[in-house]
């Protein structure tokens, strides 16, 4: 059974959330806003229907800024941005389409509008293609890709772990609404290999651990109902 609800929130109540938690919707805000508006523009989740950009990447960003205010950390716009734009290197086709003019690439677009620090993180927590990887089949090449990853996010700063475990948790709450889906296994395989233990490493974040957990066993439970 489905405990938690699904995160959902629209532009506005994004921006509105933002405001109300102190920060300032500056110029390079409303410039990751529309470019993950550009990118993300109609695509759908796994379940075909829900809203990409009003169901992950607002509650990620969201999710973020929580962490940021809860543990009296600093957080600028530019923690912000990276979060709103933390998928926007995944749609390759669509970035080619809607930036081909930018004959310098993608990612260099993303460093001149927006720093290279923004560009950097994205760069980060890109998934690289699986032909990439070594392997004699897909699955050895994303159990290389998978090892690859991991050391990508042991070595990375604290903004890249902290939007990575919100968009983990994300993921996971959401699948949940798709109980056949095949990424359940992986979520479920993943979590176990890597990304519970990656909450207690340090700098450690125990509410990720605690709602990771929480979102792990359902998960799993789900996987037992389908599996009976």
């Known amino acids: 059974m489905v405990k938690s609800e699904l995160p959902s929130a629209s532009k506005e109540e994004f921006l509105s959330f933002l405001a109300n938690h102190g920060l300032r919707i ?3 805000i409303e410039g990751a806003v529309e470019t993950a508006e ?3 523009a109609g695509l759908k989740r796994e379940d075909g229907t829900s809203s990409f950009l009003e169901t992950h990447t607002w509650p990620v960003t969201m999710d973020v800024v929580r962490h940021y205010r809860a543990n009296n950390r600093n957080i600028t716009s530019v923690e912000v941005v990276s979060a709103i734009l933390h998928d926007v290197m995944e749609d390759d086709e669509r970035i080619l389409n809607l930036y081909e003019s930018k004959s310098y690439g993608f990612e260099a677009y993303l460093a001149y509008r927006f720093g290279n620090k923004v560009q950097k993180i994205a760069s980060d927590l890109k998934i690289q293609p699986l032909e990439n990887f070594p392997g004699s089949t897909d699955a050895e090449r994303q159990t ?3 090892h690859d990853y991991c050391d990508i996010l042991l070595e990375a700063d604290y903004d890249v ?3 990575k475990l919100a968009d ?3 993921n996971m709450n959401f699948i949940k609404r798709v109980p056949n889906h095949d ?4 979520y479920l395989r993943e979590a176990e290999d ?12 125990p509410e990720f651990y605690k709602r990771l957990r929480q979102e792990y066993e359902e998960l799993r439970t789900i996987k037992q109902v389908i599996t009976a």
Request: proline fraction near 6%.
């Open 144 to 146: 290389a890709r998978f």
């Open 183 to 186: 990424k359940i296994r992986r």
């Open 161 to 163: 772990k902290v939007i």
């Open 26 to 28: 500056d110029n390079m």
């Open 194 to 205: 890597f990304y519970i233990a990656y909450t207690i490493i340090p700098p450690k974040m």
């Open 168 to 170: 983990r948790l994300n």
């Open 38 to 40: 550009d990118v993300h």
